[in-house]
């Protein structure tokens, strides 16, 4: 746990550049640690890494909590990566992540492979600007906004699942893709018709009059057809 404190990081890994990242969160699973979920706050204070991602999470589950922190990466590497690479078994190596911001600015891409999990809570007016799994989809990413929360897409971004408000997506000219199961938007409940929920789902993720576009889009639960 990190409060009001200011760091300088530079993130270049001794392991054949496998761990290029600020802060690595990872079970190596050599004796040296326990086994479970692991967790990193930061509330207030900065981060300013030089070269390479900010998060890197592998082979682990844990909780990253971020409030009201600055967070600067100059080395061009993405703001957080859950991944499979050297530890543990092939095929169950990768990155289990819950990540909450409140009142955080988030600037960098996110990138969640095919064996690796996120979800995404950003509240207390926290901005993200950036994209997520823009190569294409892979991992279960879910991502939820609210007390005016935003997100500004840079790239093209694939997540399977997604709750938010009206406006709080800007496409920015890109597409939001995949199959987004909807679980709440603008507090509609399971009576309203299906056509309506689909025009504020749309609307909700289409705040730029349409220059970006929603693929897929489905409905669960109570408001499937």
Sequence with gaps: TLKDDDFKTNGIGNRNNVDNAAVMIYQSMSGDADEGTSSFTMNGGSLTNANGDIFFVNNTATTIDLTAAEIINNGGGVFLRAAAAGWGSEGSNGGHVNMTASDQEI?????????????????????????????????????????????????????????????????NGHKLSEVLKVAV?????????????????????????????????????????
């Design 107 to 171: 600037n960098g891409d996110m990138i969640v492979d095919e064996v690796s999990e996120l979800n995404l809570y950003l509240k207390e007016a926290s901005t993200f600007t950036g994209a997520i799994n823009k190569d294409g989809s892979a991992g279960d990413v879910y991502v939820e906004l609210k007390d005016g929360a935003t997100w500004k897409l840079t790239g093209d971004s694939y997540i399977t699942s997604l709750t938010c408000d009206a406006n709080s997506i800007d496409l």
């Design 185 to 225: 938007i603008d507090k509609v409940d399971a009576d309203a018709k299906r056509e309506e929920v689909l025009a504020l789902a749309q609307a909700a993720v289409a705040a730029d009059q349409g220059k970006g576009t929603l693929s897929n889009f489905y409905l669960t639960g109570a408001l499937a057809p």
